[in-house]
């Protein structure tokens, strides 16, 4: 069942629930997005205790750090370099290996942390592209069939910015505890709909998203839900 809320302010809602998620210690993956990054601003103003969560992220482009693409650079300028006090635990995605070394890279890096076959992450933020891809996983792409591995690189994006990128697969993000999508803006109208009111289709990866046994949150805007049945 997909929860979905229509909210004035779907970044600030997010920011609320990833402070909760951080106070609990939890293991949370973060999105890339320009939505998302107004949620780490809101974040980076809140009292919060980042001392023991982990931050992971969703997906990465094959950039470095300082390269202005890269949503570790941005989770950085818009959240961590504000923080106050103690810095939360980060594990992000060795972009700059490329796709390949990057994705086998991040893989182990699961693997050794979480201690399981599969990993289960408490939070998982997503955001949701005009073509209704969601982490790195885009219409047509290859890491749409993946089911063996955690982590897989893109060796085109589907979209700009056109750079290789490494995502995490559909069976890890349908492993995931709590899932909240974060949507913004009238240009993501008919990608919502399909994503969250039509049937599954691979043509619009984030309608394959549905925890096994977690639950699917969608905190969208007024805007974006406007082709959503009401
Ligand atoms: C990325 C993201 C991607 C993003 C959506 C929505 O690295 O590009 O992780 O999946 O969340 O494209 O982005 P916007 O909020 O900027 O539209």
Redo the contacts with the bound molecule.
Sequence with gaps: MTDLRIVENPAGEAAERLAAAADAGEQIAL??????RRMYERLATMAVDWSGCTLWF????CVPPEDERS?FGMVRDALLDRLPGSAPDMRRIVGERGPDAGAADYERRLQDDFGQAMPRFDLLL????SDG????IFPGDRALEERERLAVGVPRSG?PPWVS?VTLTLPVLNAARQVIF?V??AD?AEAAARAFAGRPDRRTPASLVAPVAGTLTVLIDRAAAERLPT
Excluded at 58 to 61: L, S, V
């Design positions: 999105t890339g997005g320009s939505t998302a969703g997906d990465e482009r949503n997503l955001g949701l592209g891809h969601c982490a790195s979209l990128r974060l913004t803006g993501k």
